[in-house]
């Protein structure tokens, strides 16, 4: 009998140790001295006679509730919420390859590094006329690293490593192949697709080669806003940093600015993608997700612009000015309303009902759509007045793709709004339409200089 | 009779202090010390100690250190530094002042109108 109720008591204390863990302001020697606490006024109340488990209660009770305890122990330790970021919780982090994670993380951010620095061992400088093969190839010289450690990390099969390495040949392959002139605008594409092509690919190495899996497409989603979040804000440092170089040096009469240029900015941007992406892996858990949080700040903010440029445009009937550059601008536009959906949905409760935030999102997502339409009216006239350039057809065939998804996923969010379809819905096309960025990004790097012979 | 929370929160790190000063202790006796001392009149939340203990250590009043005894659990045990002894002098003064002018204060207005309430409290 009394073994039966000591056992009884240590369960009980196990849970509440349990409980007691998953507040992140109570450090394993807190919680060890409320144990040590607990345990010494149970066996007080016990040794007055009570039994066991009305002991454990009042003891509990007397400790006070564990929120209340952990709010005072957070604004003692206020720290402590903010030091786990690089280091997290010791003992429940997976021990498989947690320990050998950070020299791994450093060896290939030193291999990013030096990777940018090879070329001009055979002569190819940055700052010189050679800025066209490092805007072909930039993608070139980080990625594969990132890959690699994704690769080794997530324990990625031999078959799907041999893929990577084939896709990421075929990148190096289109980009310095094609007789591509400086000032060509079939250069300033591979420059810009060929990084989307391959982070598509660095995806693969992401889910550990279960890139069909849709539940796992959507965490690549969710770390690629989280990165894209660090990657600009150790560039912000790093920009600090280099000015207090150039700054310090400077004072002394030593001219900094060629070693910044050619060795501190270059190695030290190529380095911050893989951190980045690590320090994205290694806080996971640990605080709140930005991407989501913007989200939910700029989601009604973009949505009440573009409704008032709508309004504006009906109010004056002023059509919109068909400039050069007005297509990329309304790509970018819906670039941003797919990136606010995107991480609204990465964050979303699946099962939760729709609320006034969803609403906004629509509305977002419906005038952005409704802007586009006549974007795209006003310039078909153009295009095929003065026929197909290299950048136009890009352009345009971002907006449809782009649309295209808008469109759809319109449809879908308002068949949630009326309760007609599940949310997961909405998460599986948009994962879904990853495939189709891939395929596109590809095209342009490989067949457009083709088609456009070089241009 | 119920003392306020604020009462409670101000008399707590001369409490400590003051409980640490006749040797060093663990969280629990100090907590039982309190509860002694004051006839169960002082009522405390028993988590609560804690956070206390370590803003005390932070600011270096006291010093803590874990011990394990032969047979046991091990347990951390709180000691009084030099900072800390001036600080509870420090405390003790201020408290004596407060006390000194209560008192003057309710014995003048005892002497116009007589509560006996409050005064009672005053004697406490």
Known sequence: ?????????EGQIAEWRAYMHHHRELLQTDAEELEDHLRSRISDLTEAGLRADEAFLIAVKRMGSLDELSREFAREHSERLWKQLVFPGEPDAPPARSRR??????????????????????????????????????????????????????????????????????????????PLA???????????????????????????????????????????????????????????????????????????????????????????????????EAKQSVIENMA????????????????????????????????????????????????????????????????????????LVLSALIIDIMVLLAISGRITEWGFSPNKTA??????????????????????LRGRMPFARLERWQTGYLIVYAAWAWTVVLAFPLVFDFA | MHITKDLVAASATPL????????????????????EL????????????????????????????????PEGRRRKYYRITNQGWAELVEQRRQWATVVDVLRGVWKTTQSIKPITAPAREAGR
């Open chain 1, 1 to 9: 009998m009394i073994v039966d109720s000591d056992n009884d008591l």
């Open chain 1, 101 to 178: 994670e950070l020299p791994v993380m450093l060896l290939c951010a030193a291999a990013a590094a030096l990777a940018i620095k090879v070329p001009s061992w055979f002569g190819i400088e940055i700052s010189e006329d050679d800025a066209g093969f490092y805007a072909r190839n930039v993608s070139l010289f980080a990625l594969p690293a990132l890959a690699a450690y994704f690769a080794w990390q997530r324990r990625v099969s031999s078959r799907c490593i041999g893929v990577l390495a084939l896709l990421f040949l075929l990148g190096a392959v289109a980009a310095n192949v094609y």
């Open chain 1, 182 to 280: 400086g000032d060509s605008q079939s250069l300033v594409l591979t420059a810009i697709h060929l990084p989307l092509a391959l982070w598509l690919v660095v995806g693969v190495a992401y889910v550990g080669g279960d890139w069909r899996s849709d539940r796992r497409r959507m965490d690549f989603i969710r770390f690629t806003g989280e990165w894209l979040i660090y990657f600009i804000l150790i560039g912000l440092g790093g920009g600090v940093l280099m000015a207090f170089t150039m700054g310090a040096f400077d004072a002394i009469g030593l001219d900094a600015e060629q070693f910044i240029q050619s060795w501190l900015l270059p190695c030290g941007a190529m380095a911050a993608i893989i951190v980045s992406a690590w320090l994205v």
């Open chain 1, 292 to 363: 989501p949080v913007l989200t939910r700040v700029f989601t009604p903010l973009f949505a009440v612009t573009l409704l008032a440029f709508l309004v504006a445009i009906a109010w004056t009937n002023n059509g919109i000015d068909v400039q050069r550059d007005v297509l990329i601008l309304f790509d970018l536009l819906l670039v941003v309303v797919l990136g606010l959906l995107l991480y609204a949905i990465s964050a979303r409760d699946l099962g939760a009902p729709p609320g006034l935030f969803d609403s906004s999102q629509l509305a």
């Open chain 1, 395 to 416: 352009a345009l065939g971002e907006n449809v793709i782009l649309l295209c998804n808008l469109a759809w996923s319109a449809w879908l969010f308002l068949g949630f």
């Open chain 2, 16 to 35: 400590v202090l003051g409980i640490l000063a006749e040797g060093e202790s663990y969280g629990y006796a100090i907590l039982k010390q309190v509860n």
């Open chain 2, 38 to 69: 004051s006839g169960g009149q002082l009522e405390w939340t028993d988590g609560l100690l804690y956070p206390l203990l370590h803003r005390l250590e932070r600011i270096g009043h006291v010093e803590s250190a874990w011990e394990t005894p």
